[in-house]
């Protein structure tokens, strides 16, 4: 862990005033961005991540783009060790408060990561690698497969093409009333409205950037090809996230 801690760098080392525009979106959206928790769509997201990298009790996990660190949260509710990587500062320190078993360190995927070959049992990237344009895809997951042990899974989610938020929010909501009934939706919806309408800002501006080429949603077929491509055998590509994501697994195989 101190290796770990010693080769995090600062985001003002790193970032240029691009990558610090971006970093103050994230910051700006982080404030509002837990009210995910209380979406079921969202919170299955989460568990089968976890879920699906086989994390056991004692594993060392990576959870690369941390963000506010429901990752992370679920995989030390489950016994194992976390740590968390993300390229904006003040989610590394929300993290930092929320989860204070974890450790959580500076990286840009954009980058190779500050870890060393064979460092963690599983790697897991929930919902970042669409973010990044291909080339940087193709870094992080050859980098994901460089830093997990022989016999580990990588995990990674990313938002699929064509990715609608209204249908998320449709599905949101008709999952909590079959769970929780018709009033206790609407008192939801409403205690939750402003929150819901900034998230469906920012998406949409994630939506905007895809569209102009920064970002790259992809299909099965080519997280697929992206998980094979950097030595790692796909074991499953399925649909999450209302039907809107999809998540990937990839093994390192003993050979490595
Ligand atoms: C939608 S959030 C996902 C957070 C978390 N994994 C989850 O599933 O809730 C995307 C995260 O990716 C991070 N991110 C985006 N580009 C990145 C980059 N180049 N390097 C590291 N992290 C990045 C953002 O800071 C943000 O925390």
Not at 47 to 66: F, I, K, Y
Not at 234 to 249: K, L, M, Y
């Amino acid at each position: 862990m101190r290796e770990h801690q010693a080769m995090a760098v600062t985001a003002d080392k790193v970032l240029g005033e691009a990558g610090k525009s971006v970093q103050s979106f994230w910051c700006r959206y982080f404030t509002f961005y837990d009210t995910l928790n209380e979406a079921i769509p969202y919170r299955e997201m989460i568990a089968d991540n976890v879920t699906l990298s086989g994390a056991r009790l004692g594993d060392h996990v990576l959870d690369a783009g941390t963000g506010t660190g429901n990752i992370a949260v679920e995989v030390l509710a489950r016994g194992a060790r976390v740590t968390g990587t993300d390229f904006v500062e003040s989610a590394l320190e929300m993290c930092r408060r929320k989860a204070p078993a974890g450790s959580f360190v500076f990286a840009d995927l954009t980058k190779p990561l500050p870890f060393g070959d064979d460092s963690f049992d599983q790697v897991i990237c929930c919902s970042v690698l669409h973010l990044l344009d291909d080339a940087s895809q193709a870094l992080s997951v050859s980098e994901f497969r460089r830093v997990v042990k022989p016999g580990g899974r990588v995990v990674v989610t990313v938002f699929g093409a064509g990715f609608s938020s209204l249908r998320v929010y449709r599905e949101t909501l008709h999952r909590h009333r079959a769970q929780h009934g018709f009033f206790a939706t609407v008192r939801l919806g409403v205690r939750h409205l402003f929150a819901t309408l900034r998230i469906l800002y920012y998406v949409a501006q994630i939506r905007r950037r895809e569209r102009s080429g920064k970002h790259k949603f992809l299909t099965g077929e080519q997280l697929r090809e992206l998980i094979a491509a950097a030595g790692l055998e796909v074991r499953s590509v399925e649909r999450i996230f209302a039907g809107q994501c999809w998540v990937g697994v990839g093994e390192k195989t003993a050979r490595g």
